[in-house]
């Protein structure tokens, strides 16, 4: 018990992006063809960018578990929107560099929402 109160915790701003089709990814990655552009190099490559980004500020931290994602900093006066700012140029980084996107499972889940809907009309 002695140990435990020897622990600091600190607070934190924390972002969760979760990665749809992670496995797909890597299935397609792993046994597709040999010229095929991956998407994984493209995504280690943007975590080494985002951890030299000046726009991120120090003690800030980007992590990976799986298909998972987690952005993370210190919880200060007044930072929330530079913390913010980060976050939604990540994730548009992911997107550009085709790691998210809406078509796989978003387009078709619209789809048949307006089908659906034609449906009852």
Not at 103 to 113: F, G, L, P
């Amino acid at each position: 018990m002695d140990n435990l109160s020897q622990i600091r915790l600190s607070y934190y701003y924390v972002a969760f992006i979760d990665i749809l089709g992670f496995s797909n990814m890597v299935e397609t990655d792993c046994n597709g063809p040999p010229n095929k552009v991956s998407l994984l190099p493209k995504l280690i490559t943007l975590h080494k960018t985002v951890s030299k980004n000046k726009d991120q500020a120090e003690g800030s931290s980007v992590m990976q578990f799986s298909d998972s994602i987690v952005l993370a900093h210190p919880l200060l006066h007044n930072e929330f929107p530079k913390f913010a700012s980060w976050v939604a140029k990540f994730q548009h980084s992911l997107f550009l560099e085709g790691v998210l996107s809406v078509e796989a499972y978003h387009m078709e889940s619209i789809i048949n929402m307006r089908v659906s809907c034609s449906a009852r009309h």
